[in-house]
């Protein structure tokens, strides 16, 4: 099977992740689209590995996963602490600072 | 003349340096109490730089090599950057004009009150801008000139920024990005030259002897000729990049209105005489009709506006927009005649400004008013005021006799030799000189007495010494203009011989060769 | 059971980035063993001897190691390389100098005492009353500086992505840390963190693109594997552009650069210093490397797209920046201006232009970081006066301040005899001969922008009467003192003398491959 078809799929999830933290307003939902980019390269990375007969592209996976894990920790953290000060979590609502 | 120096002294450098120590040293006499101690430093500095000038023109041979006193050492090999410091007769010329005004506006202005800041700090930026002014001079580097070039801006905004009238910061501040504008077009430019002397020769060079014997495109040669052009038109001004010129010389005390036209204005000439025509001549060729245009423009434009107005400052500003008209014009006709006239009309000009501005503000101190309508009958309480006023007023409109009719006269015979038209246009400035002369004259100095004028006083004697030699200056040369014409006769007609169009003049109607050489 | 083969590691030849993360390692567990009144100047002591040892070893793995991969091929040790390394620990130094600081501020330093707590609320009182300081910023400064190190060294795929997590983790903390408007601050790391890991993942998907197209995520693989390409290919470009994306993010070029302004005007000032400094140091090396190594070959279709964002960049930059009111902000402005000058290097994609980026990253980022070190010390009572109408008249207080920042101002702007001019005077040349003329004239334009900008400060400074609202320079202490001297010293000595730093970045601008 042509590997072609998993790295669309990738792309497509990639593309929603990206459409997602771009779009949506709420903190903890374009967050989860960032996890959601990082697993479309996950992905792509272990397809591309299959189809090249080499490990490369999984050891890449496992360090993503690890990644994302401390990025998740970094990243609630922070969200948390706006939460608390705010009581919010809408990106909207965080306007000291202007474009 | 013609006595050679010793060369182990690096004689372009010293002078460079003495008032630039002299401002250091200006500024750590920093408390209210030295404050005579620092004028007299100053003075005395100016006028050892004055002394260093003279000795430089007794040890300078006119029929000599073009450049001489080079003194050299690399600085940014990488670049293709020394520090060469040298004499030629126009650059002489111009120290000798620089070194003189500055020790008169350091004299002039003794008890001149400084409204804010220190007396300390305004003598140190006045000697820091001689000091830059005089390097501008005698660089023969072309990096170094550049850079020294900009470095003048500093000295010049702060002393138009902090010690000028009540819309300083406007005028300081038209004044610096017009500069700025001009200078990084220079630096493209310079930027342009840097990659073409690497192609040229395989290494990067900014020696401006080097540079001179380089060839380029035509294209090329065009493009870099607009970005030094545009920061010489600025600087020099020409019309339409002369508005600066009238804030800034209206907000400046007359001192830094002095150096400013009488000295910094000038390097942009000077820097079409030693680096458009030498550097660029086929370009220059090619674009001298659109720069004897501009001249024209100029000439009578500034003549028209200096008539209309009501501030003497101002006046003075324009008047001095007509005369840059003729020297740029002297500069761009390509004659021999021409060209000796305008670095003669240079210095005849520097001189006269300089007298029209600080006697003018001998006035306009007393009196609290730049404007014209303030003043009538000044002779009669100020005869001597008047009457030094009056002489520097005759060189302005070119009086036989006065240095200012040498230069004007020369540009003109230069002029009519290249083109009848020009030379004619040209002439009706002479008229319209006249014109906003005498009438400023007489509505200043005659007619009935003023209410406010009555308390005018006479100049103290150390103030008529300090203008003084301006006078005996403008006479002398008005009687001997070989003085100053045996310096600059071999130079410009060096720099004359590398420009194609310059050898041969020929009278005619429209005789403006340019455009596409074959 | 066959045996396995080890990997060769030079250890020494990675000895910087082992001590600056060993030590970050240990100062996490001084936090947990040192008794309070000793983790400050311990921690301090920790962070400051293992930068100054990690530069120290910068220059003896300079003098002393062959050039080539180390690390098993992760890392590569070239000129370029060890040179952004030097770079990165001398800003990083400088820039702890200036964040150790706790007498401008008569709270503390420029971090708050406690994060947790609530702004405005009982307890944050309670910790301001006790005088309590956080340490934690340490070790996280630590981590940081080790990932920059990575980061401009790394010579896959994998190791870029890690080394750039590594980096951008701690500063979504550090940036939210701030003392005072603590509430910005707070805003900043949300934002900071949100489009930092959006760049990440993008440069991660890129990265994941260039495997699948090379089937290695060796540089040199995959430089090789281009080489032997004959048609255009859709994966490689797309894999190029996201890569691009993702480093110009963190570089901070227009149109990818939004987040600057808010998150270097939100985080305390002296990490936007280091923000603006060394971190825009490690996204340059890393462009530069991943453009002439992995990419070098498809140098046709990448430049085009530098081109346009290099103008963008420069234009936007210093437009934007004449509106500013605050001088963060301002500042802000003028670093993506400045990446955009520093973009019309990487464009010029030769040795000339390498080097010319290095020695304008030298520049550019010694004077940003005495710039914010200014800011830092001038004040009024509720914290930084960052409006820019607060700073009318400061020359006649503070002279020596005014005078320092004006010479920072002029360098931006290029004013000859900083080292801002040879800078530009660099990076301008090397696009000339590289024939990007229209990038240089672009160039020129936003430069006579960026100057009326920096005069209107200097403007304000010495020429307009201060205001009653205007602020006081804090007297600092010799640490603050003596990050803003060195900042302003080498601007003015790179004016002067560049010859040496100029033969060294000549020296050093080759990657090895």
């Known amino acids: 099977m042509s590997p072609d078809a998993y790295l669309s799929l990738a792309s497509i999830l990639f593309a929603i992740g990206a459409a997602g933290v771009l779009l949506r307003r709420n903190a903890i939902i374009a967050f989860m689209s960032i996890e959601l980019m990082l697993n479309a390269a996950n992905l792509a990375f272990v397809t591309a590995a299959r189809a090249w007969g080499n490990l490369d592209g999984q050891v890449v996976a496992f360090f993503v996963m690890v990644v994302a894990a401390a990025e998740v920790v970094v990243g609630l953290a922070i969200i948390m602490t706006i939460f608390r000060s705010r009581q919010s979590t809408s990106v909207d609502e965080t306007s000291l600072l202007r474009w | 003349m013609a006595a050679s120096l010793p060369t182990a002294i690096p004689w372009t450098v010293l002078i460079v340096l003495v008032p630039l120590i002299g401002a250091v040293a200006v500024t750590f006499l920093r408390a209210p109490a030295q404050q005579r101690a620092a004028r007299w430093t100053a003075f005395g500095a100016s006028l050892l730089a004055l002394l260093l000038a003279v000795i430089l023109a007794i040890g300078f041979t006119p029929a000599g090599p073009g450049v001489q006193y080079l003194v050299s050492s690399p600085w940014l090999p990488a670049l293709g950057v020394s520090l060469s410091f040298g004499v030629t007769g126009i650059s002489l010329v111009m120290v000798l004009l620089t070194t003189v005004l500055a020790a008169t506006v350091i004299a002039a202005e003794w008890r001149m009150p400084v409204p804010r800041g220190t007396t300390q700090g305004y003598l140190a930026l006045l000697l820091s801008l001689e000091a830059l002014v005089l390097g501008v001079f005698l660089a023969r580097d072309l990096f170094v000139f550049y850079v020294l070039f900009e470095a003048m801006l500093l000295p010049v905004y702060f002393l138009i920024g902090r010690f000028g009238g009540s819309r300083r910061g406007f005028a300081a501040v038209k004044f610096l990005v017009y500069s700025l504008v001009g200078g990084l077009a220079m630096l493209a430019a310079l930027i342009g030259l840097f990659v073409e002397s690497k192609a040229a020769f395989g290494r990067p060079t900014f020696d401006m002897t080097a540079l001179a014997d380089m060839t380029m495109s035509t294209p090329t040669e065009r493009l870099i000729w607009w970005g030094f052009f545009l920061a010489f038109a600025i600087k020099a001004p020409l019309v339409p990049l002369h508005t600066w010129l009238p804030d800034a010389a209206a907000e400046s005390t007359p001192g830094t209105a002095t150096m400013l036209i009488g000295v910094l204005d000038k390097v942009g000439v000077f820097g079409m005489l030693v680096i458009l025509l030498p550097l660029l001549p086929n370009a220059s060729v090619f674009y001298a009709p659109m720069v004897v245009v501009l001249a024209l423009i100029g000439i009578l434009y500034g003549a028209v506006l200096a008539i209309g107005q009501g501030d003497m400052k101002r006046l003075f500003a324009y008047t001095s927009v007509s005369h840059f008209g003729f020297i740029v014009l002297g500069v761009f006709v390509f004659t021999g005649i021409a060209m000796n006239g305008a670095i003669f009309y240079m210095v005849a000009h520097g001189l006269s400004t300089a007298g029209l501005f600080l006697v003018a503000g001998y006035l306009m101190s007393q009196r609290g008013s730049a404007s014209i309508s303030a003043y009538g009958g000044v002779s009669q309480r100020a005869p001597l005021l008047a009457g030094l006023f009056l002489v520097m007023a005759l060189s302005t409109l070119a009086l036989p006799g006065l240095a200012g009719f040498i230069g004007e006269f020369l540009v003109l015979l230069g002029a009519f030799q290249r083109s009848v038209v020009v030379g004619v246009i040209a002439t009706t400035g002479i008229v319209l000189a006249a014109i906003y002369m005498l009438w400023l004259v007489q509505r200043v100095m005659v007619g009935p007495l003023q209410p406010g004028v009555d308390r005018v006083r006479e100049v103290t004697v150390w103030q008529a010494a300090a203008v003084g030699p301006l006078v005996a200056l403008l006479l002398l040369l008005g009687f001997f203009p070989q003085t100053v014409l045996s310096l600059v006769e071999p130079a410009a007609q060096t720099t004359l011989a590398g420009v194609p169009a310059g050898t041969a003049a020929t009278p005619s109607l429209f005789g403006l060769t340019g455009g596409e050489q074959p | ?513």
């Open chain 3, 1 to 513: 059971m066959t045996p396995i083969s080890v990997v060769d590691i030079d250890y020494v030849a990675l000895a910087p980035v082992i001590i600056v993360l060993v030590a970050a390692v240990i100062g996490v567990l001084l936090e947990a063993f040192l008794p309070e009144a000793a983790r400050r100047s311990g921690q301090l002591l920790l962070t400051g001897s293992a930068v100054a040892l990690a530069f120290l070893t910068v220059l003896i793995v300079a003098a002393s190691r062959p050039f080539g991969p180390i690390a098993g091929g992760s890392l590569m040790l070239d000129g370029p390389g060890l040179f952004l390394q030097g770079l990165i620990l001398l800003t990083s130094g400088t820039a702890i100098l200036i964040m150790a600081d706790r007498r401008v501020d008569p709270g503390g330093d420029a971090f708050a005492g406690r994060v947790s707590t609530l702004p405005g609320g009982e307890e944050e009182r309670e910790v301001s009353r006790r005088g309590l300081m956080q340490t934690e910023v340490w070790p996280l400064m630590l981590f940081c500086i080790g990932g920059l190190l990575l980061f401009v060294t790394s010579n896959d795929l994998l190791t870029l992505f890690i080394a750039l997590e590594i980096l951008s983790l701690p500063l979504y903390l550090l940036v939210g840390m701030a003392r005072r408007r603590r509430l910005l601050s707070q805003e900043a790391a949300l934002k900071y963190f949100l489009m930092g890991a959006l760049a990440s993942a993008i440069l991660l998907f890129g990265s994941a693109l260039a495997y699948a197209y090379a089937g290695t995520i060796e540089f040199a693989g995959i430089a090789e594997r281009i080489s032997e390409r004959t048609t255009a290919n859709t994966l490689v470009i797309a894999a190029v552009a996201l890569i691009l994306v993702g480093l110009l993010f963190k570089i901070g070029a227009v149109p990818f650069g939004q987040w600057v302004p808010d998150v270097y005007q939100g985080a305390p000032t002296p990490v936007t210093g280091f923000m603006a400094a060394a971190v825009k140091v490690a996204a340059v090396g890393a462009l530069l490397r991943v453009l002439y190594v992995p990419f070098g070959g498809m140098r046709w279709e990448w430049e085009p797209v530098l081109w346009i964002v290099a103008s963008l960049t420069m234009l936007i930059g210093s437009l934007v920046a004449l509106a500013q009111s605050d001088i963060k902000r301002m500042l802000a402005y003028s670093s993506i201006a400045n990446a955009g000058f520093i973009l019309i290097g990487v464009a010029a994609a030769d040795q000339v232009g390498l080097s010319s980026v290095l020695f304008y990253l030298l520049a550019y980022s010694v004077a940003t970081l005495a710039a914010f070190g200014i800011v830092t010390m001038v004040r009024v009572p509720t914290g930084e006066a960052t409006s820019l109408e607060q700073w009318a008249g400061i020359g006649r207080r503070s002279p020596l301040l005014a005078t320092a920042f004006s010479l920072i101002l002029l360098s931006f702007a290029g004013i000859p005899l900083t080292a801002g001019f040879i800078a530009k005077f660099g990076v301008f040349t090397a696009a000339i001969t590289a024939g990007a003329l229209p990038l240089v004239i672009v160039g020129i334009v936003a430069s006579a922008i960026a100057a009326a900008l920096y005069v209107r400060i200097i403007v304000r400074m010495y020429f307009t009467d201060p205001v009653s609202a205007s602020a006081g320079v804090a007297s600092p202490s010799p640490l603050t003192v003596a990050g803003v001297g060195l900042g302003v010293a080498l601007t003015v000595i790179l004016g002067v003398f560049p010859q040496p730093v100029l033969n060294l970045v000549e020296q050093t601008s080759i990657f090895v491959r």
